[in-house]
């Protein structure tokens, strides 16, 4: 059960940029294109994640992207990225919460920072299973579209607050 919540929140890194009304997010940098750009990645990217669409998230990461999730070994490259999440996208029975709390956008270059809670139900009569991280994304613009680079997160220590 380790790995796979290990494995889950390292997938959370790249589901990071959905923009949803509730959030308050600071942005700064960029053209109003740029903003616009990282919200379609955003979308695309947690649409393709939920629905299990493994095309859908290898369209908005870059050729020599690196994941760095928590407790994990680091993927790097088209392939490692691919392999990593075709076992973990489209679970039945996580709920991500995405709390995206910074963008920063200067030229070609960008970076979010954000929290994300999974909930991962276990059954009836089971209480879910629950754990808080951060997150940090960096993103290059090639050609006129925005690509995860680089993305690594963390857990919370167990007793930190939500």
Same mark, same amino acid.
């Given at each position: 059960? @380790?790995?796979?919540? $290990? ?8 589901? #990071?940029?959905? &923009?949803?009304?509730?959030?308050? #997010? ?12 990282? @919200?379609?990645?955003? @979308? ?9 669409? *493994? ?29 990593? $999440? ?9 709920? &991500? #919460? ?14 979010? #920072?954000?929290?994300?809670? $999974? ?6 009569? @089971? ?6 991280? =951060? ?14 680079? =680089?993305?690594?997160?963390? *857990? ?7």
């Amino acid at each position: 059960m @380790k790995k796979v919540v $290990f494995a889950l929140a390292a997938s959370v890194a790249a589901l #990071v940029l959905a &923009l949803q009304p509730a959030y308050s #997010v600071e942005i700064s940098g960029g053209t109003e294109e740029d903003r616009m750009g990282m @919200k379609m990645v955003a @979308k695309q990217w947690i649409a393709a994640y939920e629905s299990g669409d *493994l095309e859908g998230i290898m369209a908005v990461m870059h050729d020599d992207a690196m994941l760095m999730p928590h407790n994990q070994a680091t993927q790097r490259g088209t392939d490692a990225v691919r392999a990593y $999440f075709a076992t973990r996208i489209g679970r039945p029975g996580v709920k &991500l #919460v995405d709390d995206l709390q910074e963008i920063r956008i200067n030229g070609d270059w960008a970076y979010v #920072v954000g929290k994300f809670r $999974f909930e991962i139900d276990l059954g009836p009569d @089971k209480p879910p299973v629950i754990h808080n991280g =951060r997150y940090l994304i960096l993103y290059e613009k090639v050609d006129g579209n925005w690509q995860v680079l =680089r993305d690594m997160d963390n *857990l919370d220590p167990v007793d930190a607050p939500d």
